[in-house]
């Protein structure tokens, strides 16, 4: 080995997306917001601590200024946005209460900064005015930007990456994540991050490798370094030696060959050899996706995750905004359904424009059905560019995270609310529509019997099914052990949705990423569970595989799984049952 080259360094993490990358790192934040550490600063280096927070406030407004300098004058709301920015970069509630707190309370400039901003966040969002409200954000991005320049860091937007490189964060937001530029960016990995997260199934659905909940990753890592990102197995190499490199291009050479051979077949339908026919859908976050929900064989939109048009406006999007994103969405899709699920803010899709409020438990927080509950001009709004764009094509409603009888009840005041609005209006629409909800919150399972009788269809979703069962936090890596979709508890749930479904003769859905990784396969397919919606790039695999099982012989196979207790027993029993057609088996060496 070469003495002079850096030594070889494995990291093991959590797969947030399969597949194999080798590239330059492009490290894009070394200190991410959530490291801000608490130090007392002593009496006499307190006017030494005030000097270094009103540098970085300098340094801030003159990077300020020649953003506004530089500025198109036509771009008028945007001027005014910045120039409403420079003035809080010295308001007193901002400015003068960070310098009082570091001298008062003798601590350093970056704890005090932080504590001052989220002091001033909780009393604009107490005001009842919306404008006041929406000021929030510009109290965050000021004082952030004054952050990044106290912490020496760059502020590096994914969008600006012009390398093609493998990025390298702290964490990634879905919004940064959906930013990302294909032809660019090789993959990712983050420190942070857990199984399944937004993040990850964004990564997926852009076919982009990746590996989270690294922990050391922007610790170890250097810009440059070689890194080889195994997103299928979770694991990524920093300078591989020679050997290492070598094996990892064969197996990325393999792995290309495989996923072109199954794209090859995306068309083929899903029927098992037994002649029992699926129904595999494509789970989508933008309507450009529909281009590979297609390409990859979906027989429909499974779930359309709606959050992310909301995601990247600054402000509510319209209803005639929806209504052209919706119809649009039908229209390619058509005559194949098109399930809409309304918007699932909060959780870890937060908008400090759309709700400005930080819970201490986001995913046990106003996320969801539950925000849109509370803020019912805002679903109204959704459901009724959701009704009109019905009339243009086959749209199911789908509503999130329905955890008791009386929020789908009031769900269905509020759709009448809409059809009374657009009646009123002599607006087009369609109000025979399938109504669904997701069944992803362990009270709705013990309550399927009955909430069957109020809807038409269930979609188990069990990324947040399996988050809420075990009582593990879809981002956190230092859980992500627990999240098992094979766990028998979560077996259960699943059979036990399926019989409340079966009995009240109404449709069943999967749509959490369990449907899309093979080794569930057999089990579901046992539980006699006929549509599932996935990532469009695991459509072709999990066709694959259908095609080569017998319905029978899984129905049996689901039984005998039912009466283990441990997801070791499980896992192992279906990797002996399902040995030759569980695909990756092209990977190993
Ligand atoms: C789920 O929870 O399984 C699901 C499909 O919804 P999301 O991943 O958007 O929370
Ligand atoms: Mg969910």
Known sequence: ????????????????????????????????????????????????????????????????????????????ETLNILETHMALFKDKMLYGKTIETIQKE??????????????????????DD?????????????????????????????????KRVIIVAHDLSPADASQIQLELIKGFVTDRGGKDSHTGIVAKSLKIPSVF?????????????????????????????????????????????????????SHLPAVTRDGVALNLMANIELVEEVVSAK???????????????????????????????????????????VTIRTLDINGDKFNPYIDPVEEANPSLGLRAVRFCLENKDIFVTQIKAILRAAAFGNIKLLIPMISCMEEIIAVKAVINQAVLALEQDDKIFNKDIALGI???????????????KQVDFFSIGTNDLIQYSMAIDRRNRRVAHLYQALNPAVLKMIKMVFAAAEKNNIELVMCGEMAGDPINIPVLL????KNLSMNPASIPVIKKMIRGMDFQKAQSFA????????????????QEEYKEILPYKEMEE
């Open 1 to 76: 080995m070469n003495r002079d080259k850096p030594r070889e360094m494995i990291l093991k993490g959590i797969s947030g997306s399969p597949g194999i990358c080798i590239g330059k790192a492009y490290v894009v934040d070394r200190e991410g917001v959530n490291i801000i550490e608490r130090y007392p600063v002593s009496e006499a280096m307190v006017p030494q601590e005030t000097d270094r927070f009103k540098n970085a406030v300098a340094k801030a407004k003159k990077e300020h200024a020649r953003i506004i300098q530089a500025l198109d004058k036509d771009v008028s």
């Open 106 to 127: 003798r601590i350093n400039a970056e704890w005090a900064l932080r504590k001052v901003a989220r002091q001033v966040k909780l009393m604009f969002q107490q005001v």
């Open 130 to 162: 919306q404008y006041l409200k929406s000021r929030v954000n510009d109290i965050v991005q000021v004082s952030d930007k004054i952050m990044s320049y106290l912490l020496g860091a760059r502020d590096i937007k994914i969008a600006d990456i012009n």
């Open 213 to 265: 909940g690294l922990a050391r990753a922007t610790a170890s890592i250097n810009n440059d370094d070689i890194l080889i990102v195994d997103g299928s197995s979770g694991i990524i190499i920093i300078n591989p030696d020679e050997d290492t490199l070598f094996k990892y291009e064969e197996r990325l050479a393999r792995f290309e060959a495989y996923r072109a051979d199954i794209e090859r077949d």
């Open 295 to 337: 390409d990859n064989g979906a027989a429909g939109i499974g779930l359309f995750r709606t959050e992310f048009l909301y995601l990247d406006l600054e402000r509510f999007p319209t209803e005639e905004e929806l209504l052209v994103k919706y119809k649009e969405l039908v229209e390619l899709m058509n005559p194949e359904p």
């Open 438 to 452: 997701m069944i992803e919150v362990p009270s709705a399972v013990l309550m399927a019997d009955e909430l069957a």
């Open 526 to 529: 046992g539980f006699g569970l």
């Open 559 to 574: 039984q005998k799984v039912l009466t283990f207790s441990t997801v070791q027993e499980i896992t192992r029993f279906t």
